[in-house]
Each structure stands twice: as C-alpha cells, then as structure tokens.
C-alpha cells in the first residue's frame, strides 16, 4: 500500500511581474495539518529599480510565516512593527481578531536589485485562538534549532520535531523544517502528527522507488513510514501537524464561521471609507495606500 495520499503540483500565479507558485489550497487537498496557504516566491530576480510592493491589507483568523533562502522582505504593520526579513529568519504574524501589514522591497535592495526566493505560507489558528490579540515575533536564524542527521541538515522553523522545538510561539501541534540533504542522504519525517507533507525545492527525491522532482509537495497518508532519499543534493520544507478542521478562506481572511469572514469583509469597507480614523481596521505608520476590498 502507497504511503503518498496525493501528490501536489503548484498553480502559476503572476503577481505583478513576480511569479509564485500557488500549493496550498488544493481542490482536492486544503490543508494539510493547521497550514491552509503554502506558496513559494520565485526564484526570481529584480532588476535595480524594481521590486515588491505588497500594499497594506488585512488578516484575521491565521498565522503568516515568511522564511527566505535569497534577497529580503521589510514587514511593516498597524501594531508598529517595522522588520526586515532576510533569509533563514522568521517573521511570524499571529492575526488573530485582525491585523493590517504591507510587504515590500526597501530602498536599498530596491537601488541595487536582488534574487528572491522563499515560501509564505499560513497556518489557520484553533478556534479558541481565532479571536486571540494581534502580535508579531522575529526570529534570527541563529534562535532556530539545527536538526543534524548523516547527511541532513535540518532547521526548525516552527513547532516541535526530533525532540527540539523552535522558540516560535504556536497555537496548536505543528512542525515545519527546512531541509538540506547530500546526495544519498535519508530525509527522515517526524512520526508523530497525523498530517504531513514533504515539499521539494530543488534537487530530486526517491520516496519508496518512486522519483519525485522539484516544485511538488508529496502528502502522506496518516500513519505511513515512507522512505525518503535524496538522489541528488536536494533542498525542502517538511510539515505539517494536528488536522484543525474545516475553515473557509476569502481573500487574505481565514475563519471557521463564513459569517466572521463577511463582518471582516464589512469591516475593512467601512475602515477605508472612513479613511481608517476611528475604525476597525488601521493602517501602518506612514503608509497611505492600501489594497481595496475586492468585488468578488
């Protein structure tokens, strides 16, 4: 009997002359443990004078985690915060009841050009945490654990595998990895969590004689032991965690309750007609623009 459940193939999405490719939500796959929204950025490459431009926009019900291998990313949002972000950092947004950010390229990097490449991804927070305070944490790459095996180099990014745990404040059980394996190496994959996932970067990987390349995220059935080797210097994301249930997801909103998602809708129309001055929503320090609420 296979040890794969499905197999996941990422959908093009051009925003804006920056190309993702869109895994997480799959027709057939929404989420796999509490992550609902996996997307990797690029790679990429920004000539001098171009770059991101993400305009403030508002969150509720979710977690975002950005974590980069190239170029870097200036988090700004309505509690304050202004952090940039640059490869094997994390930035963790918990959005909670309702949160505004903007995601852009800083001057610098925008005078001189950059390579990007990462992956954004969400994590849908239990119920009894969807209406918990706003909050952001950073974490250098140097506060992360490094898991070490024969071969394999493995950095927790969040939650907790092969007995280390990651300083990243969680809301329900999850591991997420970033993985380096040699060529020939075995990718172990933690065992205790009924979902899970490997999604391959670069390189190829052989799960029980079958090759699998690049740019496909590989679900495992509950339970499964796959054996996983990199046939080649290969590089990807463990993860996964406890099922968190059905939750609807519209626009950049994520709920169990459609009817919290149309009050958020409701929300930010009312908060850009009043110009965000004693509103629901706020935008960040001096930013003005903002991305309007969109008509379907």
């Known amino acids: 009997?296979?040890?794969?459940?499905?197999?996941?193939?990422?959908?093009?999405?051009?925003?804006?002359?920056?190309?993702?490719?869109?895994?997480?939500?799959?027709?057939?796959?929404?989420?796999?443990?509490?992550?609902?929204?996996?997307?990797?950025?690029?790679?990429?490459?920004?000539?001098?004078?171009?770059?991101?431009?993400?305009?403030?926009?508002?969150h509720i019900g979710l977690a975002t985690v950005t974590y980069l291998f190239s170029g870097?990313?200036?988090?700004?949002?309505?509690?304050g915060f202004d952090q940039v972000i640059r490869p094997g950092d994390v930035n963790w947004m918990t959005a909670g009841r309702g949160i505004v950010h903007s995601e852009r390229t800083d001057d610098q990097a925008r005078k001189n050009g950059q390579k990007m490449h990462g992956i954004q991804s969400w994590v849908a927070l239990p119920e009894d945490a969807e209406e918990t305070d706003a909050s952001f944490h950073h974490h250098p790459k140097a506060s992360l654990p490094v898991i070490e095996r024969d071969g394999v180099s493995m950095r927790l990014i969040a939650g907790s595998a092969f007995g280390r745990t990651s300083p990243v404040k969680t809301y329900s059980p999850i591991f997420y990895l970033g993985?380096?394996?040699?060529?020939?190496?075995?990718?172990?994959?933690p065992d205790e969590y009924d979902e899970r996932a490997l999604y391959i970067l670069s390189g190829v990987a052989d799960i029980d004689g079958e090759r699998h390349d690049r740019a496909r995220m590989v679900v495992f059935n509950e339970g499964a032991k796959p054996h996983i080797k990199a046939i080649e210097d290969t590089q990807a994301m463990l993860l996964g965690g406890a099922a968190m249930g059905k939750r609807h997801i519209w626009w950049n909103l994520?709920?169990?309750?459609?009817?919290?998602?149309?009050?958020?809708?409701?929300?930010?129309?009312?908060?850009?007609?009043?110009?965000?001055?004693?509103?629901?929503?706020?935008?960040?320090?001096?930013?003005?623009?903002?991305?309007?609420?969109?008509?379907d």
């Open 179 to 189: 993985v380096e394996a040699s060529a020939g190496a075995d990718i172990p994959l």
């Open 254 to 295: 994520v709920s169990s309750s459609e009817a919290r998602i149309e009050k958020a809708k409701a929300d930010w129309a009312a908060s850009a007609d009043a110009g965000f001055k004693d509103s629901v929503f706020s935008l960040p320090p001096d930013e003005v623009e903002f991305i309007p609420l969109p008509s």
């Open 72 to 79: 870097e990313i200036r988090h700004r949002d309505n509690l």
């Open 1 to 58: 009997m296979s040890t794969i459940h499905l197999i996941i193939e990422p959908r093009t999405r051009d925003l804006g002359g920056f190309t993702v490719g869109r895994v997480l939500p799959y027709a057939k796959r929404r989420t796999v443990g509490p992550f609902i929204f996996f997307d990797e950025m690029g790679p990429a490459e920004f000539a001098p004078g171009t770059g991101i431009d993400v305009r403030p926009h508002p």
